[in-house]
């Protein structure tokens, strides 16, 4: 998203500005202690819609009616506004007319009207749209929302200042790389948001997931409902293996000559055979008595195994009892612990006798097997009560056998009684044909192939949603592509800085799954991550270089959305760690490190200036076709009037005299210069007197 940071701005109680105007590229905004240079961040902060208010304590605080910035668009000017004494509003206005926009430094002040001001949630609302984040859902499965009863948060740009703000406790840090990180929740949607703030993926992507998610949930259903009529199919042939088995005891002859599954399968083409079907009848068969018989037998059989069933069930239980009543008996014993041995002494003599040592020691050994045992014991009953289990879902089944066993015995005695109350075999025979005819035309209304043809419908319609997917967003391939680019930038930048040569070369990996940082050391194959790095300097390079090659990605990519502004405050304390004591009017290094590292004074200063010319180079590096900078770095340090080009580049070829002008200008600390406060009474507040 091209935009930059153009001021930033207080307006105190008596009405008075201040401000910083800033400009695309590298600004630096230096001074003394307590001038206000930390503030600047924290200000853009919670005109960003920070719900923390978080400007230091002192004079901003003390004197601040209104915390103001403008953000310059290529076409527009957006100005974004937030009065400490009401956290829950922000004034947020577009600006395209001239004259309202140099009122904000220039002129009258009656610029902040009221039907600008919206409730916090609302004021990010309207920033979001921005910056193109207009998301009402970005929830992949609509069953989750059902059973979780929330959404997922909706990225805000609230989550770009992860990614633009490195605090002065933060920049240096091992342990933490990103601002709001320390909230696991912030961090977790920062890093899923981050294919959205790279415009990999849009709305239309989550709705498309949601309705693909939909689709598997049916293709599941009716695979649920396929394997229920699977089920269903079994139970049903088993009935109408009955009902041939029923008739051809009963008439001699077989109701149908075709196999089960086709008589399922195609039960129009079933009914239609039977409605040809003659009933015949074969007085001389014996399969009434065949049938009889083998159902009096597996009678029998099923009786005596579930007799067999019942006795071993009655054996586990009666086990199972003795260990339940030898459980209480062993809780009231006491458990021998040790056994006392006493010598025998001669009364001649006087010397001992131990004629019972080898027999103590093996009673010492039975008596520690035996406390084993007999606490062991209390966990014998365990398989046993699986064991019952299993017996008794066994006799249960045993039972539904039994059951149907006699069901049929019953329906064949009930044939003799029909027959014996003149009812005819052709009238019995028809009414089994009729049963078997019920059945089919229940099949048939039920037609089993819709269910297929649907599932195979639904797997077609989710399989070209899946390719539209792949088509239009190949979310991994992309992530892979940026993770590739930023590891690359990172470390042609990582080269440039005064890295340990234990880590050289620098080898910097970033991973976008889950935002690790580490340097991977090629010769022995480990990744040494940033808190093991050691060294105040390793950190913040490594920092520098993470942060610089993400902007790098966000300046180039036309569907980023995050702007490409950074924030980054007293990267030099690394070398000059003594600035809290930093009150004079000029900028000296000997004033701000310790008297111990005076020797080492002129290698730190040629770091500072080497950090410093890869900014300079950096913002030089991004420019768009019009030859105007993408990047924007505002860096706030003590440090100051740097002749970057001394000490630098050694080797470096000599220059003639225009090239050395050039360069020159180019590497001009001072040109960088935004606001120096370091006499007495400056600073980002000025009080009239």
Known sequence: MKCYIKLIAVLDKDENRHFVELTPGLNIITGSSSTGKTALMEIFDYCFGSSDYTVPKGIIRDYAKLYYITLQFSKYMLVLARDPTEPQKGFIKELTNLEEIESL??????????????????????????FDIDFSSIDEDDSKIKWSGRRSPTPSIRSFTSFCLQHQNLIANKHAIFYRFEEKEKKEQAIEHFKIFMGIVDQDYFYTKQKQNQLVEEIKSVERSIKREVN????????????????????????????????????????????????????????????????DGLHSQCIAEKRILLNKKSTIESSINHISAFNEDLSSINLIQDTDIKTCQCPFCQSEINPMISEAHDLTDAINWLNEELQATPYLAEPLKEELNLVKNKIENKNKEIQEIETNLIKLAKETEDLQNKTSISQLAEKYQLRFEIILEEIETKKRSNLIKKLNDLKSEEKKIQKEINKRYSIERNLEKLELEINKMMNQIGEKFDFEESYRPINLNFLLKNFDLFHKDQKRNTNTYLRAMGSGANWLYS???????????????????????????QPTQVYFPNFHDDNAEEFKPENSVFKSELAKIDDDLSSVKKMFKEFIEFCQ??????????????????????DILQN??????????????????????????????????????????
Not at 543 to 565: D, R, Y
Not at 621 to 642: A, R
Not at 667 to 673: A, I
């Open 648 to 689: 630098n580049d050694k080797n470096k070829q000599k220059t003639n005299e225009q090239e050395q002008k050039s360069q020159n200008q180019i590497y001009d600390f001072n040109s960088y210069v935004r606001a120096r406060w370091r006499n007495t009474g400056e600073g980002f507040i000025k009080l009239k007197k």
């Open 105 to 130: 430094t220039k002129g009258k002040f009656n610029f902040f009207d009221d039907n600008f001001i919206y409730p916090l949630r609302d004021f990010k609302n309207k920033l979001n749209r921005h």
């Open 232 to 295: 269903n199919e079994s139970s049903i042939k088993a009935k109408l293996g009955i009902i041939l088995d029923d008739y051809y005891s009963l008439t001699g002859n077989k109701l149908l000559n075709i196999e089960m599954d086709e008589i399922y399968n195609k039960p129009e083409k079933t009914l239609q055979l039977l409605k040809q079907n003659v009933i015949k009848i074969d007085s001389t068969s014996t399969n009434y008595e065949i049938r009889k018989k083998e159902l």
């Open 621 to 642: 590096n991004h420019k768009d076709e019009n030859g105007d900078i993408l990047t924007q770095l505002i860096v706030t340090d003590h440090v100051d009037n740097l």
């Open 543 to 569: 920092h520098l270089s993470l942060f610089l090659s993400l902007h790098s990605l966000f300046a180039t990519h036309k569907e980023c959305k995050i702007p490409p502004i950074l924030f980054l405050d």
